[in-house]
């Protein structure tokens, strides 16, 4: 009888050590929808986030556990090798870019400033000067971080672009800004807010995902298979869904 049991025992301590490691991967709640959509009790329950990392773990072979994290806590996880990867990230943005390993570009988005569809339009920096400006906690926006420093425009954070949003349309705020993937699908499940977005006049920026060093065989494995995911087109079927276009648009 006990050889028999501990040859169960040896049977499930290898079926356990051939289970695939967890991918660990940061998506926070301060991802607007559709990058990420959460259910009450605060999982992670659809977006575009889900389906990017889902596919990745999928032809991986290895299970997804989602870490919902606050964004100023997304590189130290990282660096200290307690997650995988963060994604909708891009190396200005991240301020120990350098010690990250980043993959290759997954698309562009195009910045905008959201305004009240009275106001006029901003065409330029100088436009902003005096006003108070709805952002997101703990993101970094580097066309404003120098105005917002010296005090001529006042940054303003919110958790999420729902909340700026109504501030703006309140009064309370001027502008908000955030990016056309959210501000889109937002329109489409918020109806006519009566608002206006302006393009902001910089050069739209690529977005990446950030991986960690921590496990460089592993990190190179995830760069490969996102540079897979971008070259098969998936991420930019994925990305149309959400914007309401075909994919070849």
């Given at each position: 009888m006990r050889v028999v049991t501990l040859m169960l025992m040896l049977c499930s301590a290898a079926v356990l050590a051939q289970e695939?490691?967890?991918?660990?991967?940061?998506?926070?709640?301060?991802?607007?929808?559709?990058?990420?959509?959460?259910?009450?009790?605060?999982?992670?329950?659809?977006?575009?986030?889900?389906?990017?990392?889902?596919?990745?773990?999928?032809?991986?072979?290895?299970?997804?556990?989602?870490?919902?994290?606050p964004r100023t806590r997304v590189e130290p996880w990282l660096l200290e090798g307690k997650a995988e990867l963060?994604?909708?990230?891009?190396?200005?943005?991240?301020?120990?870019?350098?010690?990250?390993?980043?993959t290759d570009a997954l698309f562009t988005t195009q910045q905008l400033l959201i305004r009240r569809h009275d106001s006029a339009p901003l065409t330029g920096i100088q436009y902003l000067a005096g006003k108070r400006v709805g952002t997101t906690w703990g993101f970094?926006?580097?066309?404003?971080?120098?105005?917002?420093?010296?005090?001529?425009?006042?940054?303003?954070?919110?958790?999420?672009?729902?909340?700026?949003?109504?501030?703006?349309?309140?009064?309370?705020?001027?502008?908000?800004?955030?990016?056309?993937?959210s501000y889109h699908f937002y329109q489409k499940t918020a109806g006519d807010l009566q608002l206006a977005a302006d393009p902001l006049w910089s050069e739209p920026p690529a977005v990446y995902c950030a991986l960690s060093r921590y496990d460089m065989d592993a990190a190179a494995e995830l760069k490969q298979q996102?540079?897979?995911?971008?070259?098969?087109?998936?991420?930019?079927?994925?990305?149309?869904?959400?914007?309401?276009r075909s994919a070849r648009d």
């Amino acid at each position: 009888m006990r050889v028999v049991t501990l040859m169960l025992m040896l049977c499930s301590a290898a079926v356990l050590a051939q289970e695939p490691k967890p991918l660990r991967a940061i998506v926070s709640d301060s991802n607007t929808a559709p990058y990420a959509i959460f259910a009450a009790d605060a999982s992670l329950q659809a977006g575009l986030s889900k389906d990017i990392i889902d596919e990745l773990g999928r032809q991986l072979g290895r299970p997804v556990h989602y870490l919902n994290l606050p964004r100023t806590r997304v590189e130290p996880w990282l660096l200290e090798g307690k997650a995988e990867l963060g994604c909708f990230l891009n190396p200005d943005w991240v301020t120990a870019a350098e010690q990250l390993l980043w993959t290759d570009a997954l698309f562009t988005t195009q910045q905008l400033l959201i305004r009240r569809h009275d106001s006029a339009p901003l065409t330029g920096i100088q436009y902003l000067a005096g006003k108070r400006v709805g952002t997101t906690w703990g993101f970094t926006y580097p066309e404003l971080e120098q105005v917002f420093r010296s005090g001529d425009v006042i940054r303003d954070d919110a958790h999420s672009l729902e909340s700026n949003l109504q501030r703006l349309l309140q009064g309370r705020l001027d502008v908000v800004m955030t990016v056309d993937l959210s501000y889109h699908f937002y329109q489409k499940t918020a109806g006519d807010l009566q608002l206006a977005a302006d393009p902001l006049w910089s050069e739209p920026p690529a977005v990446y995902c950030a991986l960690s060093r921590y496990d460089m065989d592993a990190a190179a494995e995830l760069k490969q298979q996102f540079r897979q995911l971008v070259q098969s087109g998936f991420i930019a079927r994925q990305l149309a869904f959400y914007m309401g276009r075909s994919a070849r648009d």
